[in-house]
């Protein structure tokens, strides 16, 4: 599997895309403008405590407030235990004005703030670090138990007896030496101190930590034993990261690339079109069936559908077959378009249970790789997949898009049909309230075109019942279902 990562850097905004065999899989922006949040460190004070939801608000200098769940509060090791029935109290831990070092879990989504954490945790290429913490743990994507112990073992002897931290060994890690695992986790000890000592003079709503940028975080998230080559077309940040590289994974310096290709370097698998792709409800499929995609507030749902698609046998293969296409192209359109939280796919109804097994295999095979954890369950009795993925920062759709002016965001618009019969009962309104002596109309070229032509015989009736002319104006750029009855 060839896999390559593209990084195209202008002066406002970069974006990362991870190709495998030629096609688009993920894609990451960030724009100055509007800068992730997430993995920064503030020094928070608690503005409110909601014991009702078991939570507290953290003014930490953003627009609104960060959201702290019991949950997320570190405790410390000594403390008793707290009754797992009755889960934590907020109370027991924060009271409003205290103060706390807090990093950022998710970005804010929509009308939410951002999700805070005391637990900290700060990663480089091979572990992670747990300040908050005493345990090691490895990643799960490390599947050999030889390779596991080994790496605990690597661990534990680079931080001796003496450490107040504990730490998570990531998948990128499977094969290090003790030399470059020893070297990551001086690295972080470091950084900790650094942060600690910020920390302590920070003032409340202060930033004490940013994580690193983009084109940086992709080395240090995104390389592994796949990345064949990293391509980047700025020759200010090829240095930085070349620079990055040689320092904590020098291994992989050599793969990093300086693009100066005349075309613009997302040209050359047809990123931007992919992306413009992206967000549409509708993704068609090479068999002629088709996905749609329904992005809302409180879920995300997928429909499939076999369109054009006849099959060569019968209809229960004609499903099967554009099922499991149909998975194979939800698996890549979740992570391209960064769909996260409850997901519903609505599979088309397959009689035997061995081809739903199938359908459900190719899914969770596809999604194996997906660096958002993912979860999903068995076909319900309503032949629905239900799934969720982790959501931490906003969607393609809504960092990329802003909602229709003309609909506010709906979808759809009233017909010109409709508007002619609000501007009919505004017009009566009128008559009942005020004495007309004469009326004019504005509204869409199309809304006039139907009241002098279907609706006329209307506007003659309601001109004898007000006994006032009614004029009608054209305006071109009121939204379909705007108008206005202005007193003349």
């Given at each position: 599997?060839?896999?390559?990562?593209?990084?195209?850097?202008?002066?406002?905004?970069?974006?990362?895309?991870?190709?495998?065999?030629?096609?688009?899989?993920?894609?990451?922006?960030?724009?100055?403008?509007?800068?992730?949040l997430i993995s920064n460190i503030y020094r928070g004070r608690v503005s409110r405590v909601l014991p009702?939801?078991?939570?507290?608000?953290?003014?930490?200098?953003?627009?609104?407030?960060?959201?702290?769940?019991?949950?997320?509060?570190?405790?410390?090791?000594?403390?008793?235990?707290?009754?797992?029935?009755?889960?934590?109290?907020?109370?027991?831990?924060?009271?409003?004005?205290?103060?706390?070092?807090?990093?950022?879990?998710?970005?804010?989504?929509?009308?939410?703030?951002?999700?805070?954490?005391?637990?900290?945790?700060?990663?480089?290429?091979?572990?992670?670090m747990l300040p908050n913490s005493t345990s090691i743990g490895v990643s799960v994507r490390i599947e050999?138990?030889?390779?596991?112990?080994?790496?605990?073992?690597?661990?534990?002897?680079?931080?001796?007896?003496?450490?107040?931290?504990?730490?998570?060994?990531?998948?990128?890690?499977?094969?290090?030496?003790?030399?470059?695992?020893?070297?990551?986790?001086?690295?972080?000890?470091?950084?900790?101190?650094?942060?600690?000592?910020?920390?302590?003079?920070?003032?409340?709503?202060?930033?004490?930590?940013?994580?690193?940028p983009l084109p940086l975080r992709v080395l240090r998230d995104l390389l592994s034993p796949e990345i064949?080559?990293?391509?980047?077309?700025?020759?200010?940040?090829?240095?930085?990261?070349?620079?990055?590289?040689?320092?904590?994974?020098?291994?992989?310096?050599?793969?990093?690339?300086?693009?100066?290709?005349?075309?613009?370097?997302?040209?050359?698998?047809?990123?931007?079109?992919?992306?413009?792709?992206?967000?549409?409800?509708?993704?068609?499929?090479?068999?002629?069936?088709?996905?749609?995609?329904?992005?809302?507030?409180?879920?995300?749902?997928?429909?499939?559908?076999?369109?054009?698609?006849?099959?060569?046998?019968?209809?229960?293969?004609?499903?099967?077959?554009?099922?499991?296409?149909?998975?194979?192209?939800?698996?890549?359109?979740?992570?391209?378009?960064?769909?996260?939280?409850?997901?519903?796919?609505?599979?088309?109804?397959?009689?035997?249970?061995?081809?739903?097994?199938?359908?459900?295999?190719?899914?969770?095979?596809?999604?194996?790789?997906?660096?958002?954890?993912?979860?999903?369950?068995?076909?319900?009795?309503?032949?629905?997949?239900?799934?969720?993925?982790?959501?931490?920062?906003?969607?393609?759709?809504?960092?990329?898009?802003?909602?229709?002016?003309?609909?506010?965001?709906?979808?759809?618009?009233?017909?010109?049909?409709?508007?002619?019969?609000?501007?009919?009962?505004?017009?009566?309104?009128?008559?009942?309230?005020?004495?007309?002596?004469?009326?004019?109309?504005?509204?869409?070229?199309?809304?006039?075109?139907?009241?002098?032509?279907?609706?006329?015989?209307?506007?003659?009736?309601?001109?004898?019942?007000?006994?006032?002319?009614?004029?009608?104006?054209?305006?071109?750029?009121?939204?379909?279902?705007?108008?206005?009855?202005?007193?003349?």
């Amino acid at each position: 599997m060839k896999e390559e990562i593209l990084i195209n850097v202008t002066p406002r905004e970069s974006r990362a895309a991870l190709v495998e065999n030629g096609v688009l899989q993920e894609v990451l922006v960030e724009r100055a403008s509007r800068r992730g949040l997430i993995s920064n460190i503030y020094r928070g004070r608690v503005s409110r405590v909601l014991p009702g939801m078991q939570a507290a608000f953290v003014d930490v200098g953003l627009e609104r407030t960060a959201f702290l769940h019991a949950s997320d509060i570190a405790r410390n090791p000594d403390e008793d235990a707290p009754d797992r029935d009755a889960g934590p109290n907020i109370r027991d831990f924060v009271q409003a004005g205290d103060e706390l070092l807090v990093q950022v879990l998710k970005d804010p989504i929509g009308t939410k703030g951002a999700r805070l954490t005391t637990y900290i945790s700060m990663p480089s290429r091979f572990v992670v670090m747990l300040p908050n913490s005493t345990s090691i743990g490895v990643s799960v994507r490390i599947e050999d138990e030889a390779e596991r112990e080994r790496l605990r073992t690597l661990v534990e002897c680079c931080i001796g007896e003496s450490t107040q931290a504990g730490y998570i060994i990531r998948t990128a890690a499977e094969g290090a030496s003790l030399e470059a695992l020893r070297a990551d986790i001086m690295f972080l000890q470091k950084l900790w101190e650094s942060i600690s000592n910020a920390a302590r003079s920070a003032q409340p709503g202060q930033l004490v930590h940013e994580d690193l940028p983009l084109p940086l975080r992709v080395l240090r998230d995104l390389l592994s034993p796949e990345i064949e080559r990293v391509r980047i077309d700025s020759s200010p940040w090829f240095e930085r990261m070349r620079d990055f590289a040689a320092q904590f994974i020098p291994q992989m310096a050599p793969m990093i690339e300086l693009y100066e290709g005349p075309r613009p370097i997302f040209d050359l698998y047809g990123i931007d079109d992919e992306v413009g792709r992206a967000l549409h409800p509708k993704v068609p499929l090479k068999s002629g069936g088709y996905l749609i995609f329904d992005q809302t507030e409180a879920l995300t749902t997928i429909d499939v559908n076999t369109g054009a698609y006849v099959g060569h046998r019968n209809l229960e293969e004609t499903i099967f077959r554009t099922n499991l296409e149909a998975a194979v192209a939800i698996a890549r359109q979740l992570r391209l378009r960064n769909l996260g939280g409850i997901i519903i796919i609505d599979f088309i109804d397959m009689q035997e249970e061995d081809h739903r097994s199938q359908v459900l295999q190719a899914l969770s095979g596809r999604l194996a790789n997906d660096y958002a954890k993912t979860q999903i369950m068995n076909v319900s009795p309503l032949g629905l997949v239900e799934m969720t993925r982790k959501r931490n920062r906003e969607s393609l759709e809504r960092l990329l898009c802003q909602p229709c002016p003309s609909c506010d965001g709906r979808g759809f618009v009233k017909t010109a049909e409709t508007v002619c019969y609000e501007v009919f009962r505004e017009i009566i309104r009128q008559h009942r309230q005020f004495d007309l002596h004469e009326l004019l109309v504005l509204a869409r070229p199309e809304v006039i075109e139907r009241l002098l032509d279907e609706e006329s015989a209307s506007v003659a009736e309601l001109e004898e019942l007000t006994g006032s002319p009614i004029r009608l104006q054209s305006e071109s750029m009121y939204s379909p279902d705007q108008f206005d009855v202005v007193l003349m």
